[in-house]
């Protein structure tokens, strides 16, 4: 209820925002219109002041910006060799923002004398008479303090968002990197995904349903963990599970949807506990995005390991889906994974099915 209650507050703060912007913009806008009518050459005057308010919303919103620059948090307390974001930008900020500030404080009272220069310097654009000394004047300073304001908050508000989310995007296909020089495709892969999400190229289409946090076991770490975390986390531990391929199955077999997501993510961390018909089913037929995701995971462990014949049924299971319309939406993590595998498949030369190790074990067997 708070949080609905929030994003509401959020809501209506964001179109207050939009409506006082649109009045101020339109109000500087209407009094140029106004203006130039009433000058013998109109559209000269129109033209001219278009232009001139231009140029000093670009000035303002380039003096906005300097000044919300975001300062990068650091202390003793980063951990030695991580990913720490240039701060040269903030440094000529802060540097230009105290030059400015220096140089208007001393011109402070001269500025009424500027400023009629800088009116009678810019009369001709507006029609040259001598109302449009003031004019020139006061539509130079409407607009940039309207372009400083705009400059300003956009940095200041979306800037250290987007900063942040560039830098946890970073750490994510680092550490992917990482997984993949270690032999983990599929944990590698998650990663990317989830930095490519955090840059906004991929749809979130593998949100979890709201009662699968309760369905999943435990995470062993202190902090708060969603779905994600305890999946990665069954996913680590997989090769040192002590269940059979056998009991993997039954688990998917269960039913419950927490219960599938645990055996998928066993899949996932260890190919040898996994079977393709499971994978397929959760493929074709899945409880919801995130179950077909982490099961398109699974896939994408087993690419290595598969005979020929079952190579060209999960072929066809994931081109369907890709085509079906309520199946894999376009542009989200599902589709990425989908093309991968999809990729892998035709480049990967099977051999014929006895030449091919077994991609599911015997029962009661791990690998």
Do not use: C
């Amino acid at each position: 209820m708070v949080k609905a209650r929030r994003q509401v507050g959020t809501a209506a703060l964001r179109t207050a925002q939009r409506i006082a912007a649109g009045i101020l913009l339109g109000t500087g806008l209407l009094g140029l219109v106004l203006f130039a009518l009433g000058r013998a050459q109109a559209w000269q005057a129109l033209g001219g002041g278009l232009v001139v308010a231009g140029a000093s919303t670009v000035l303002g919103g380039a003096l906005g910006f300097l000044f919300g620059v975001p300062r990068v948090r650091g202390g003793s307390g980063e951990p030695q060799g991580s990913y720490a974001p240039n701060t040269n930008l903030e440094q000529v900020s802060d540097w230009l923002t105290k030059v400015l500030l220096g140089v208007g404080l001393t011109q402070l009272g001269s500025l009424g004398e500027r400023l009629h220069e800088l009116g009678t310097a810019l009369a001709p654009v507006l029609g040259g008479e001598d109302a449009a000394v003031p004019f020139s004047a006061a539509l130079v300073l409407y607009f940039l303090v309207l372009g400083f304001l705009a400059g300003w908050l956009v940095t200041r508000l979306a800037l250290p968002q987007a900063l942040t989310d560039a830098d946890h995007a970073l750490d994510l296909f680092l550490a992917g990197q990482d997984r993949d020089r270690r032999g983990d495709k599929v944990g590698a892969d998650d990663l990317r995904v989830r930095a490519m999400q955090q840059l906004g190229l991929l749809g979130g289409s593998a949100d979890h349903p709201a009662m699968l946090a309760g369905q999943l076991p435990p995470s062993s770490s202190s902090a708060p963990s969603g779905p994600e975390s305890v999946v990665a986390e069954v996913r680590s531990t997989a090769r040192r599970s002590a269940l059979t391929a056998e009991q993997v199955r039954d688990l998917y077999a269960d039913g419950s949807q927490g219960r599938r997501i645990q055996a998928l993510a066993l899949m996932q961390g260890d190919p040898a506990l996994a079977d393709l018909p499971s994978v397929l089913d959760a493929i074709e037929h899945p409880r919801s995005g995130f179950e077909q995701y982490h099961a398109l995971l699974a896939a994408r462990g087993l690419l290595s390991r598969l005979p020929a014949a079952q190579a060209q049924r999960l072929r066809d299971a994931v081109a369907g889906q890709l085509v079906l319309p309520d199946g894999i939406p376009y542009g989200s993590d599902r589709s990425w994974l989908a093309e991968k595998i999809l990729s892998r498949l035709e480049a990967t030369p099977f051999l014929p099915q006895q030449q091919q190790e077994p991609a599911v074990p015997a029962p009661g067997q791990k690998s």
